[in-house]
């Protein structure tokens, strides 16, 4: 039995848990562009679910709670700051962009560099420790053809 993905915008979004859930909606908008999409409130001032758009891209979020994918996943900043997955994030003017996120505070970890199998990238941590990467390199178009 094959495995057939919905015809999307995007088949992979990548899932985050914030402590402060409504400052990291306003710090992703302003430091990297993201736009909301969709933001639902949770009680006691938390946000229950957001979505948040880059392109064809999405990322979804919300507070930290006690249920069991939180017991799954919470911020780096409560695990030590190491992560086992980051997203890789494409843009036109990554120097452009590099800048907008030092200006908003975030934590460059790998400066912005050219790779020797092309495109140009950076990466940085966001308040609560999340690892982002942002690049120019195009998997989907800079593919060697196939065999």
């Known amino acids: 039995m094959t495995s057939t993905p919905k015809k999307t915008g995007a088949t992979i979004i990548p899932t985050l ?3 402060d859930a409504a400052a990291a909606i306003e710090w992703l908008c302003k430091a990297f562009g993201f736009e909301q999409h ?4 949770g009680e006691n001032n938390t946000i229950a679910h957001a ?9 979804m979020l919300g ?3 006690d249920d069991l994918f939180g017991q799954l996943q919470q911020p780096p ?3 030590g700051s190491v992560v086992c997955q980051s997203p890789y994030i494409l843009v036109d003017k990554v120097d452009q962009h590099y800048n907008r996120a030092i200006a908003a505070g975030a934590e460059i970890v790998m400066e912005i560099q050219d790779q020797d199998y092309g495109g140009r990238d950076y990466s940085c941590r966001d308040p609560e420790g999340y690892l982002w ?3 120019t390199y195009d998997p989907w178009s800079n593919a060697p053809p196939q065999a």
Request: hydrophobic share 35%.
């Open 17 to 19: 848990r914030y402590d």
């Open 38 to 41: 969709r933001v639902v409130p």
């Open 63 to 65: 507070s930290v709670r």
């Open 133 to 135: 990467n942002f690049g």
């Open 77 to 79: 900043s409560r695990v």
């Open 51 to 59: 979505e948040l758009t880059f392109g064809n891209g999405m990322v």
